[in-house]
Structures are given as C-alpha cells and as structure tokens.
C-alpha cells in the first residue's frame, strides 16, 4: 500500500557519473517505487528522459553501452563552442521509443538556460524530446547552444538549476528523492597550482552549493560517493552504475518510508 502521493525523481548533472542514475533506477525499480514524475539536468536529462520514454534501467544500460564522446559530438566550426552535440539528438531519436514529450509514459522535464537572458528554461508537456536533451546537455564552450526553433540560444540547465528538485515539483511530485552526483568530493586534498586549475576548482565548489541549496524540496537525497571518477571516463560505466544503486541502496530505508512502502 502506499499513501497515494506522487513520487518524483530529481537527478543531477555530471557528465559521465551520470550513469551512476542508471544504478538508482535498477535499485529503486527492484523495491517496486513507482516514479510519477522526472525532471533531470544535462545528464540527468538524458537518463530520465529515457526513464520517461518508457525504457527501464536494463534497456538505458544496454543504450548507454554505446555511447562515446566522438559518437555523441563533433567538432564545431563555430566560435561558441569546440563541439557540437547535434549527434546526440539522432543518438536520442534511434533508441527511444518515443519521440515527443506528449507521448512520454511518465511526466518529465528537462531543464536548459537561456545564454541571453541568463534564465532557466524548463521543457516539459510539449515538443521534442531530443532537442531538449541536447539544450540541456549542452556545456557553455564545449558544445556550441542550441536553438530550440525560437531563436533562444540555450546551454547546460546546471548553470541555473545544477539539482532540479524545483521542476520536479512543479510537475506536481509530492515527494521527491533527488540524486546529486555533484556534491560527492567538495573537499578538496591539496589547492590549485595553476589559473586554470584555481578556475576550475572555484566553478566546481559553486555549482557543489548551488545544488545543495536545492536539497530541501527532498524528502531523500542520494549522493553516490563517485568524487574518483572523472566527468569525462565514460569507460567505467559498469562502476558508475554499482555505485549508483550502492547509494541508493543504503537509503532504501528512508526511501521506502518516505513514498509510504
């Protein structure tokens, strides 16, 4: 029996530790958690996009299995990005099921920002999916903004929303368990020896705040502890995924008590 609310799913950014989501979506299914609504950023955006299409956690491993970073992008002759992520939308057309947001088998939302107007766009009920994905996926100077058909230049929803606990809610989830694969490894061994270093390491510990100051809407948030793994080492997949359901495992309790199992 459960106490009739809508469970929702929040699930961070994070480059290639966003396979870690792929985990807590095999342990959430395993405790039978019915999910009523998704609302992801950039990674988080493309796995519960795909969760929302109708693929369970086996059918978005078998997906991932194929992904590369030359699979998904190419390179850009624009001034605006080294990359272009248009390769991921045909990626995203190919191997879901469905190919518009009306047609989604559970609410979902996929959160972008405007480069104009430094806002953050949220797509949800209406339009295509892989457009979405890619505005939401798309890393200011790495990948090149995309243009959603309304002249809007969009980039990474984790500029403005790194944890979208918000649009989750908004989709009408009355309990939320958030996956936050960013503020795993905030604390730092050593500081920075070079400009470049210092810059990265100072925009880490502001997205870091800016998603735990997101964390209240949850009723559980989970952390997987993947702050060894970097964003780009696609290659250790099969870790980031038993990492994943590790975390959300050791919270099953709360889980459990919170959606009323």
Known sequence: ????????????????????????LRALEEAGIEIGAIAGTSAGALVGGAYAAGLDAGRILEMGRGVSWFGISSFSYSPRGLLSNAALGRYIEEYFPVKRFEELRIPFAAVACDLKTEEEVVFKKKGDLATAIRASCAIPGVFVPVDDGTGRDLVDGGVTSPMPTRAVKKLGAETIIAVDLLTCGSNFASSPSTLIGTFVQSAMMAIRTASKNQHYRAA??????????????????????????????????????????
Do not use: N
């Open 1 to 24: 029996m459960t106490d009739g609310k809508k469970t929702g799913l929040a699930l961070s950014g994070g480059g290639a530790r966003g396979f870690a989501h792929i985990g807590v």
């Open 220 to 261: 559980v948030v989970i952390e997987p502890q993947i702050a060894h793994i970097r964003p780009d080492e696609i290659k250790r997949m099969d870790e980031l995924v038993e990492l994943g359901y590790k975390a959300a495992m050791e919270k099953m309790d709360e889980i459990l008590q919170a959606t009323g199992k």
